[in-house]
Structures are given as C-alpha cells and as structure tokens.
C-alpha cells in the first residue's frame, strides 16, 4: 500500500513537472508570435508610409476612391 501511494506521488509531481515547462513553452511562443506580429507591422506600415511620400513626391496623388450612390 506504501508503495502505491508513493507511486501515486511520484506520478503527480511528475505531470507537474511535464505540464510546467508545456505551460512555460506555449506562454514564450505566444510572446514571441506577438513580437513578431508587431514587427511585422511596423516594417509594412513604414514600407507604406515611404511609398506614399515617393507618390506624391512624383506628383501622383492616390486617387480617391469614390462611391455612386
């Protein structure tokens, strides 16, 4: 009977110890996704900023889009 509940505590402290680092790994992947994201953003909203002004540096101004009602 010793023995079982021994097991029982050494089977439970090690799916703690698995579940820890699973729970750890997914909270860095989640951060690190979200970096990226935002780094992302940021070179594409810059990427179009840069394009705008070279459009309208050349004279070019977007056109506007225009809704018939």
């Given at each position: 009977m010793a023995e079982r509940s021994k097991a029982l505590v050494l089977g439970t402290s090690l799916r703690a110890w698995v579940r820890?680092?699973?729970v750890s790994n997914?909270?860095?992947f989640a951060l690190a996704t979200h970096l990226a994201a935002q780094?992302?953003?940021h070179?594409?909203?810059r990427?179009?900023?840069c394009l705008t002004?070279?459009?309208r540096d050349a004279g070019l101004e977007p056109a506007t889009p225009r809704f018939e009602v």
């Open positions: 820890i680092p699973l997914f909270c860095l780094v992302s953003v070179f594409i909203h990427k179009l900023r002004k070279t459009v």
